[in-house]
Each structure stands twice: as C-alpha cells, then as structure tokens.
C-alpha cells in the first residue's frame, strides 16, 4: 500500500477528487480490456484504490473505438463506453512482450497491491508474466484472473465472450418467449457478473493478505458467475429433475408476477401475495370484487394455469388497460409491486435515480459532458467517487514510470525509443 503523500499525487494526475476512499493506499495494477476486467478495477477505483490502466502502446484497449464517440475538432474522437468503464485510472502503456517490459511491469507490480487480468488461461504463462512468477516479485500481491472458463478444467483454453457464458452457464436455455427460441438476456451479463464476483474475490484476498501477508490468486469465470444467476434452476433440477424453460415474462412458480399493458406501454405487476392481491382488487376493482371471487382469493388458487389465464390475467388486464404508467404508479405504487416498465431515456429522467446519484455528469476537456452511470454502493463515510477522467492512451506513462517505479528519465526515454512504452 501507499503512502497518503504518494495516493494524493497519484490521484492529483487523474485529476479526480484526492479525498481518501475506501480503498484509498491500494494500488491495483490493471491488463485488462473490453469489459470483464475494467469494470472490475473501475469499481475498486470508484472505492478509491489507485488504479494503473496497463494498455499495448501500439494495440490499446480497443474499446476505445466503441461508440458513442465525444467529439473536438483538435483532438481524436473519445470513446463514451470507454470512458464509462475506465474513469477514475491512471494510463500507462507498456508493451509486455517486450524483455524491458516485461521487466517494467514486475517492477510496477513490485510495488502494488493487486493485479487484475483477463487474458486466455496461459498467456500470461507465455509472457512469463504469470501468478507464480509475479508472486515471487511480490508474495503479498493479490492476483485476480478473470476468464470464459476459469483456469482450471476441460474448458479453460477455450476464447469465449459475454454470449459463450450465457450459452455454457444455462442462462441463455432459460430466456425467452414461452414456447418460443431461447433469447439472449439483453445485455453481457457474464461480462458484468464476472467483474462484480471479482470484486468481491479481490476484497476477501485484500483482507487475508493485510492480516497475514500473503497474496493468493482470485479465478473468476465468466460461465461460473452466469451459472450463479440462474436462481433456482440447479435445485430444480437436482431435487426434482426438472429442466428450466423460457416462459416469458412470467415467473415459474407465482402469479399474477408478470408485464401488463397498459395505456401507454407496460408496468410489472407483483400482486401474487394474498395481502397484495386483496389490496389491489380494493384499489383496482369494482366495489366487492375480492369478496365476488372467493375462490380467487389463495395464492394456489391463482397460479392454477386454467384460473389464471380465464380469469385472474384477464382481470389484471381489465385494471390496467385504460390508465398511463404514471397514473398506475400514483395509484398503487407505494401499496402493491407495480412499476412502469422504463426505457433507459425515462430513467435517466427517473426521479429515485437522480435521488441516488445514478448519472452523474463528467466533464471531459474539450469534448464537452458526459452522462453516466453512478456507483450503486453507497457508504456514508467513504463515498464511492464516480465523476473521474478516464485517461487517454499512456496519458500518466512517465509520471508513473519516473515518480512511482522510480526509472531514470534516460530509462523512459530509451523505452519509447524501443516502443516499449
């Protein structure tokens, strides 16, 4: 860990709020790209660790393409998607195939406190740059290895993306219309789970390590993390031997607990409770309408599949076609689980998100404001920072080589005349 003196001027060149986080003295050295990866070390950096983007000098994380694109007329185009999973981190690049390299990064790893990785399980190995290797420059460092398949098993060399962990970690068979194709869940969910489990398997090694001294290796598989997501899917099958299938926008085992349209779209509706169903008959109904249908009124009764879709369903319809969102919500909101179904414009405006902090406002020299997502951790000592730069290519390449790995500046210059760095 880091001195206050040495977070301050690190935090000082990111030109982000040097006030401590959480996290406030790590060093988390960072080779990943895309997303599995970056969000992670984007999470432990909006906590206040102090985060060393490591990106190829001549092939950078290639995100960096990706649309949106923030434009100025002086400057290449800045990625948007980049930016949201890369705000708050320091930009070095560093060509690890490179013997100098290579000997860069162990330095750089000397002193820090975490490595995080999402390469295939055994490039690192190639690059001599692997878990075993960097314990020995480090023995307390905290290596988190996030991957498709793990580093271990039949399926650990295999090259896999967002959707081969949806596919191999059964979420994918489980999603979709009733009766219908499976559908992919709309956005990469193995991406996204597998860089929260890594979180948290950096925080419990941090904490082993900090008592003891001893670093360990975090394996983080995208397809464990999608499997973890499937809710009762493995039990079911195991305890009854029943294999999940996609039923739309209804639950497997409670109802009414579905989407219903309405005036102008659709609300979720979860009033398959006995307390929340007699609520909202009174609410809802016409004056006596729980009372008129006793045998409606247990929830077995309500998930029957010949109750449910002649009479329950269309009574819920009933209520609902003729009001907005708006004035479904006004009505029941804070009585039953009801919510409109929001398009990502309508929650941006969504008034709780800006209640929470949930889009914060960047302001990126030159290239005008970006909106993005807030931290949903909320600590009331130590609040996440979420309005940090992301940095441009090698942005803080020699301040960090120089001021924090300790490297001559005759050392820096004759690494970019090699095109090391």
Same mark, same amino acid.
Not at 273 to 288: H, L
């Given at each position: ?12 060149? $990111? ?13 988390? =050295?960072?080779?990943?790209?895309? @997303? ?14 102090? =985060? ?61 406190? =975490? ?21 020995? @420059? ?5 290596? &988190? ?5 793990? *580093? ?14 949806? &596919? ?16 992919? /869940? ?36 995208? *397809? ?54 007699? /609520? ?67 929650? @941006? ?10 889009? @914060? ?6 290239? $005008? ?39 001559? *500046?005759?050392? /820096? ?9």
């Amino acid at each position: 860990m880091i001195d206050d003196e040495t977070r301050t001027w690190l935090n000082s060149l $990111g030109r982000f709020d040097a006030a401590p986080g959480s996290l406030a003295g790590v060093v988390v =050295v960072d080779v990943t790209r895309v @997303v599995a990866g970056p969000y992670c070390s984007m999470i432990l950096a909006d906590l206040g660790a102090t =985060v060393i983007k490591v990106e190829h000098p001549d092939d950078p994380d290639y995100t960096r393409t990706f649309p949106p694109m923030l434009e100025r007329e002086d400057a290449d185009p800045f990625s948007g998607f980049f930016a949201q999973y890369n705000r708050n981190k320091l930009g070095l690049t560093v060509n690890m195939r490179h013997p100098e390299g290579k000997r860069v990064l162990e330095r750089l790893v000397a002193k820090a406190d =975490v490595l995080v990785e999402n390469f295939r399980p055994g490039t690192m190995d190639r690059l001599g740059l692997g878990y075993e290797r960097l314990r020995e @420059v480090n023995p307390r460092l905290v290596y &988190a290895a996030l991957s498709g398949y793990g *580093q271990s098993g039949p399926y650990r060399t295999r090259p896999a993306y967002d959707n081969s962990a949806q &596919a191999t970690g059964g979420l994918w068979s489980m999603n979709g219309p009733a009766g219908g194709a499976p559908t992919r /869940i709309g956005t990469i969910i193995g991406d996204l789970g597998a860089s929260l489990y890594g979180v948290i398997g950096v925080l419990a090694a941090l904490r082993h390590a900090e008592h003891t001294g001893e670093g360990q290796l975090v394996d983080i598989s995208q *397809q464990d993390s999608v499997l973890t997501l499937t809710e009762n899917a493995v039990v079911s099958y195991t305890a009854e031997g029943t294999i999940p299938e996609p039923l739309g926008n209804q639950h497997p085992f409670v109802r009414p607990y579905e989407l219903f349209a309405c005036k102008d779209g659709f609300v979720f509706f979860g009033g398959y409770t006995d307390k929340f169903w007699k /609520i909202s008959c009174e609410i809802f109904g016409e004056p006596g309408e729980y009372d008129a249908h006793p045998d409606l009124q247990s929830m077995g009764a309500r998930f029957r599949e010949d109750l449910y879709q002649d009479r329950v369903k269309p009574m819920v319809q009933r209520w609902f076609v003729g009001r907005t969102k708006a004035e479904l919500e006004d009505i029941a909101g804070d009585l039953v689980p009801l919510s409109a179904v929001k398009d990502i414009g309508e929650v @941006v405006g969504d008034p709780q998100i800006a209640a929470r902090d949930m889009v @914060v406002d960047v302001e990126y020299d030159g290239y $005008g404001m970006l909106r993005t997502f807030g931290s949903p951790v909320k600590l009331d000592r130590t609040p996440p920072r979420a309005r940090g730069l992301a940095p441009e290519k090698g942005e803080h390449s020699v301040e960090i080589l120089r001021d924090f790995v300790g490297l001559a *500046q005759t050392e /820096i210059d004759a690494l970019r005349e090699a095109g090391t760095i």
